[in-house]
């Protein structure tokens, strides 16, 4: 069974231009999540879809980050225009329905994002 | 505002010995605490979880205990290797959230031959 799959895996883009970000998460899996990482810091949550639908949005920075999840299987992250203060490892992550409590979530190698 | 803070920042132990890596949470919505761990250039790894139902579990060398009502969980490596040298992540969810992980800032453990 293949992973979550994120590409780029490095991205180095000029301030004010656009990034869009890809994850591929495991078939069947209809969760799924973006967190972000910056400069030795927490591992923050972004957002979160269930199939297609976006459950929760709240850790969305602000409105230059869009996310699209098609047909509820890839899942698209754009930034536009990027900022330096965008820059860090953008992680995704997968799981299956939640039946019970904590189910497992699988992580991506993430997408290191420069912004000079 | 940081609902799980985790502790030491980083960590240097000598091969044999235990490592030992602290967490404590905020929201008593938690219901879940996994611990994860990275290794350079990859995500985050699913080690060992627990529920606050249990004071402590154990997989192996590694062994997680709770104490639910001081709100704080630690992770033990016991009889550490050079090999579990990593970044250590310490999380929480709950049913209330999505099972959304909240992430500790993570520890950078080195173990040495």
């Known amino acids: 069974e293949a992973g979550v799959t994120q590409f780029p895996s490095h991205s180095v883009i000029e301030k004010g231009q656009t990034v869009t970000l890809r994850c591929d998460p495991i078939?069947?899996?209809?969760?799924l999540y973006w967190y972000r990482r910056v400069m030795g810091k927490e591992i923050k949550f972004l957002l979160h879809f269930v199939k297609e639908s976006k459950q929760d949005e709240s850790g969305m920075p602000n409105n230059r980050f869009l996310a699209e999840r098609t047909g509820g299987t890839y899942s698209t992250l754009k930034v536009q225009p990027a900022e330096l203060e965008d820059s860090g490892v953008y992680f995704c992550a997968s799981s299956r329905i939640i039946k019970k409590k904590g189910t497992e979530a699988f992580f991506g190698q993430g997408t290191r994002l420069t912004v000079v | 505002q940081q609902q799980v803070k985790q502790s030491p920042q980083s960590l240097i132990v000598q091969k044999g010995g235990i490592s030992i890596i602290n967490c404590a949470y905020e929201?008593?919505?938690?219901?879940?605490f996994p611990w994860y761990q990275q290794f350079p250039g990859k995500g985050p790894a699913l080690l060992i979880a627990i529920r606050p139902d249990v004071s402590e579990k154990k997989e192996g060398r590694f062994t997680i205990s709770f104490n639910k009502s001081a709100k704080q969980f630690s992770l033990h490596i016991m009889d550490s290797q050079p090999g579990d040298s990593a970044t250590y992540f310490c999380?929480?969810?709950?049913?209330?959230?999505?099972?959304?992980?909240?992430f500790g800032s993570g520890t950078r453990l080195l173990v040495r031959p």
């Open positions: 999380a929480a969810s709950g049913k209330d959230s999505s099972y959304k992980l909240i």
């Open positions: 929201n008593t919505a938690f219901d879940y």
């Open positions: 078939s069947g899996h209809d969760n």
